[in-house]
């Protein structure tokens, strides 16, 4: 082998491992979904709960399943505790009541940093409540 093939295979292996330490290095956040976190609050039997991980290159992946709604939506949106806000990921329903991130889900830069400060929550619309039944603070 020579110096120039030792050097790039070097380099090869270096950004490697780079791309292995982003994505080793997520957050798993456990998330608990109620009706009392929703704005205005809501009264409903319904709950649910899963766990959300950012990592460093701020990919999103991950599930929540609920129980006693009929969830027609899910978003994570973003917005501090006790405020609304726009959504920011579509979650994609399975048919066992279980939302899950789409492939390639990903925060801006701003989302991030809003994650960071615990400005992101979960919700689950339904049909009788349009804007959340049910919703869940993402705090890393």
Known sequence: ????SK??????????????SL???A???????????EV?????????EGTISV????SVTGKVTTTGVEGVAAHIHLAEPGKNGPPVITLVKSADNTWSTPEGARLTD??????????????????????GEIR???KP
């Open 1 to 4: 082998m020579n110096r120039a």
């Open 7 to 20: 050097l790039f295979g070097g380099t090869l292996l270096a950004m490697s491992m780079f791309a292995v």
């Open 23 to 25: 994505t080793v290095h």
């Open 27 to 37: 957050e798993d956040v456990q998330v608990t979904l109620s009706g009392d976190q």
């Open 40 to 48: 205005p609050a809501v009264t409903t039997a319904a709950k649910g």
């Open 55 to 58: 990592a460093a290159d701020k």
């Open 110 to 131: 701003e989302q991030y940093q809003a994650f960071k400060a615990g400005n992101l929550y979960v919700n689950v619309h339904s049909a009788k409540h349009k804007s």
């Open 136 to 138: 869940g603070q993402l």
